[in-house]
């Protein structure tokens, strides 16, 4: 059982919109900064968006995210192939003292 | 463009210890905004986050395998290890290295992990 927790599938067609939910706790994603992990498959994770909304260079500005109180979302927009992937949310966890991480939501682009 | 490779066995037994090294390659271990960090991942499942280590021997544990885990860094050959001990099937995973950035920017604080080794796969069976 993951500490944050995301909807295990999501889907979209090509060129769509789709956001995906990270829901958490005061001790984590109330209090810390939010990132965000694209795992292709086969492949390690790679950071997409870290403090809460801001992309990495390299990542597109397809991708934004935000955060509001005790949750955080990732939007993907002009859906393509190679968005299909698992996407990881973490957030530092003060009782924890470390990051904790969402169990994952599958994107599926039909 | 820092590099991480994990090498270790890929079977052990259960009840045995389990010890992986990443070796870290295109940058220094003792840079000043790194951590170092294991993450580990069941087929099919999350992320676990397992501990990290600054370069001075800094640690700091995921508690619930606080009693387990040991790592360890030696600077000398840019490397830093994973020894996990009485091992489950439960224990069965990719494991990962990687760096966990963290400082402060416009925005405040911010971590995360940057840099990634591919992984490799450990399962524990008799």
């Known amino acids: 059982q993951s500490v944050l927790t995301q909807p295990p599938s999501a889907s979209g067609n090509p060129g769509q919109r789709v956001t995906l939910s990270c829901s958490g706790s005061?001790?984590?994603?109330?209090?810390?900064?939010v990132n965000w992990y694209q795992q292709l498959p086969g492949t390690a994770p790679k950071l997409l968006i870290y403090?809460?909304?801001q992309r990495p260079s390299g990542v597109p500005d397809r991708c934004s995210a935000s955060k509001s109180d005790t949750s955080a979302s990732l939007t993907i927009s002009g859906l393509q192939s190679g968005d299909e992937a698992d996407y990881y949310c973490?957030?530092?966890?003060?009782?924890?003292?470390?990051?904790?991480f969402g169990g994952g939501t599958k994107l599926t682009v039909l | 463009q820092v590099e991480l490779q994990e090498a270790g066995p890929g079977l052990v037994k259960p009840s045995q210890t389990l010890s992986l090294t990443c070796t870290v390659s295109?940058?220094?271990?003792?840079?000043?905004?790194?951590?170092w960090s294991w993450i580990r991942q069941p087929a099919g499942r999350g992320l676990e986050w397992i501990g990290r280590?600054?370069?001075?021997?800094?640690?700091n544990y995921n508690p619930s395998l606080k009693s387990r885990v040991t790592i360890s860094v030696d600077t000398s050959k840019n490397q830093f290890s994973l020894k996990l001990s009485s091992v489950t099937a439960a224990d069965t995973a990719v494991y990962y290295c990687?760096?966990?950035?963290?400082?402060?920017?416009?925005?405040?604080?911010?971590?995360?992990?940057?840099?990634w080794g591919r992984g490799t796969l450990v399962t524990v069976s008799s």
């Open positions: 973490a957030a530092w966890d003060a009782s924890l003292n470390g990051p904790v």
């Open positions: 990687a760096s966990f950035k963290h400082g402060y920017d416009s925005s405040g604080y911010y971590w995360y992990f940057d840099f």
């Open positions: 005061s001790s984590n994603i109330g209090s810390h900064p």
């Open positions: 295109g940058g220094s271990i003792s840079g000043e905004s790194y951590f």
């Open positions: 280590i600054y370069s001075s021997g800094s640690t």
């Open positions: 403090n809460d909304n």
